[in-house]
Every structure is written in C-alpha cells, then in structure tokens.
C-alpha cells in the first residue's frame, strides 16, 4: 500500500479524496488508455512526428499508451504532449512557477481505506494498493503523459501533483463526468460522443444499432466505405460519423423498417443489409463512386442513401426477399442507374445546379423506385 496525505470529500452523497500523489506514484499507478477501434487501426497518437527535435521519447511513450473499445479518452495529441514537457522543463529551471497546480481527476478501480488523524476528521491518510495501473486519468491524461515523458528530469525533486481521486464508480457515471468536463470547453467532437453516448454514457439501442452500422460500413474489407469514416471525428477518412450515426439512429428509433418489431429485428441485420447496399449503390453509380470530382460520397449524399432505405427494405420484402440479400438489393435499385445516373453527382454540374440537399436528393430516389421506368413522372 501506498500512504498518502488527503481530505477527504463530500457531496450530495458521493465521497472522494483530494489527495497529493509524487510523481513516481503517478508514473507507476496510472495507466493510460484511449477509445479506439482495433479492426480500424486507428493510433492511439494524434499528429505526425516533425523534423523539429523533441524531447519525448515517443517510441516508449506510445508503448505506454492502451487502447480498447472501453476506453473514453480521445488520441493523444501528440503537440500538446511535447509543449508541457517544454514547460515542465521551463518551470524546473526558472523555480518560479508550479507545472501542474491545478489537480487532475482520477479513478479507481477498487476501494480505498481512508484511516482520519483523529475521530471524524476530514484529513488523513490514503490508502491506495501500489500496483501497477491501478489508477486512470478522467481529467488531466495529457498533463500526466507529459509528466511521465519528463519522469528522469522531475523524480530527484520534491514534487507533488494535486489529485481529486474518486474509487468504485460506476463505469457509466465515469464516462457521464468525463463529457461534461471536456464537451464543451476543449469541444469534444460529436463524432466521439456518438461512441461514447451509444454504449456507454447512457444505453441508446437506436445510437447503438447506428452505430454498430457506422463501424460496419468503416471496418469491413468488403464494405465500399472501408477505411473512408472518420470514427471518434479523426483520421484520413472524408465522411463524418456523427451525421450518418444520426440518420440511422432516427430510422432504428421509429418504424421504418415495418413496425416496432421488425425495426427491433433489423437492428440485428441492418450490419450485413447497409454494407450490401452500399456495395450495390458503389456497382449502380460506379464512375461517380470511383471518380474524384463527383459529391456521392458527401455526407449528403451518404444521409439521402441512408434516408432511402427503409423504401428499399419495402420493396425487398415485397418480393419476399432476404432483406441483406446482395443481389436482390441490386435489382431493387437497379433503376437508379437509369433515371439518376452518374452525371447527378457530379460537384460542379447537377450537384450543384441544382443546390442538392438532403431531402431533395431523397426525393429523386424515392421516385425512381416508385416509378421505374419514368411513368407517372
């Protein structure tokens, strides 16, 4: 065990500790972790390494770094690392200001035995099992990443690092504390609130359906929008997550795919039907799929697609078909390719003559399945 000075705290009912933890309790008992999709291949570091030197030795530091779906924290911004430790450094020679004088925010895993100096008192001593990880950042991960790559410089001095230390909390109310220290002011993106919100902020089946379909579409090898989402709001992909999780979350919410029973059921193949139904769209408008001055892949495009297919799950089970099944999609929207065409998509001609939105876009695909051949248009 390790004994630490704290106050202990109190309010509405939730106790925690305000406690001072060294710099080497900080080094050995956090662990560091970041939300992350493995099949997707997403580095738990944001930013190129630049041809200026640093001072991180960022191939031990990203090593200490985890990532997993159960995380919440966002990519390390690999910037924001190198200019603490530059200011660490500043503070350590000049001796005129603290480093961290703010405290960071953090959580255990097991209970901790608090033993007071006398009777009832609010001050004491922290008990905190010495092991390895034990501890996680929920506020403060980069100021404590920049701590531990500046570890050599700072363990000869007499260092301390204010903490507010909460144990046994439920992991829903962790995440939940998480987005509201960071939602606003450092502008969490919507796009990480959507993994965060669908699974574990709070349990949403239709954002979790959504995105379940999101990562589906992203992380399939098959899937004509592999590797082409930007999940969590970062990478090299050009789509959003969050406009596309939205749409899908407000079909999975109504009874679009026939009723509150059949949405229920589709959620578990709506996967395999979308991955299939982008397949076929990518086959139908493949020059504009494939071509880079066409608008296809904007997020309006994609949400008008999305916004469509409750009209094509519709018509496949008119025809008493597998809803996910390749080829009957195919030859439900076959009629695409001819009453719509590649040219629709193209940024500086239809596209944007036409001021495409959303809805009108939706429209035009709503028709061309309801009148095939142009009759009655």
């Known amino acids: 065990m390790i004994n630490v000075a704290a106050i202990r705290m109190q309010q509405f ?116 099992p010495e092991r390895e990880g034990i501890l996680r950042a929920i506020d403060g991960q980069h100021r404590l990443l920049a701590l531990h790559a500046d570890i050599d410089n700072i363990r000869d001095h007499d260092f301390t690092v204010p903490a507010i230390i909460f144990d046994r909390v439920p992991e829903d109310h962790i995440v939940q504390m998480f987005v509201t220290i960071n939602a606003k002011h450092t502008r969490l993106n919507a796009s990480h609130l959507v993994s965060l919100s669908g699974r574990q902020l709070y349990r949403d089946d239709s954002l979790a359906a959504a995105h379940d379909v999101v990562r589906a579409l992203n992380d399939k090898e098959d899937s004509p929008l592999h590797g082409e989402i930007k999940l969590l709001g970062v990478g090299h992909g050009r789509v959003a997550q969050a406009p596309l999780a939205q749409e899908l979350k407000k079909l999975f919410a109504g009874d679009a795919f026939g009723g509150p029973r059949k949405s229920a059921d589709f959620r578990e193949e709506g996967k395999r039907f979308f991955v299939n139904y982008f397949k076929q769209i990518s086959m139908v408008f493949g020059a504009a799929w494939g071509g880079r001055k066409y608008s296809i892949k904007s997020a309006t495009a994609l949400r008008a697609f999305i916004r469509v297919s409750p009209d094509v799950v519709r ?61 009655g248009v």
């Open 13 to 128: 009912g939730v106790q925690f500790y305000q406690a001072a933890l060294t710099a080497e309790d900080i080094d050995k008992l956090v662990r560091f972790e970041v939300l992350s999709y493995g099949e997707s291949g997403q580095q738990p570091v944001r930013g190129g390494k630049k041809k200026t030197p640093s001072k991180v030795n960022w191939d031990l530091l990203e090593r200490r770094i985890a990532s997993s779906e159960k995380a919440y924290q966002r990519q390390i911004i690999r910037r924001k690392i190198d200019e603490l430790v530059q200011y660490y450094e500043q503070c350590r020679v000049a001796q005129d200001l603290p480093s961290i004088p703010g405290a960071v925010i953090i959580s255990c895993d097991e209970k901790l035995t608090f033993e007071p100096v006398d009777g009832g008192s609010s001050v004491g001593r922290l008990k905190v």
């Open 315 to 375: 018509r496949l089970d008119q025809d008493h078909a597998d809803r996910g099944d390749y080829r009957a999609i195919g030859r439900v929207i076959a009629p695409w390719g001819r009453r719509i065409g590649d040219l629709r998509f193209e940024t500086d001609g239809a596209w944007k003559r036409s001021g495409t939105t959303v809805e009108s876009l939706a429209r035009e695909l709503k028709l061309a399945l309801e009148y095939p051949e142009g009759a």
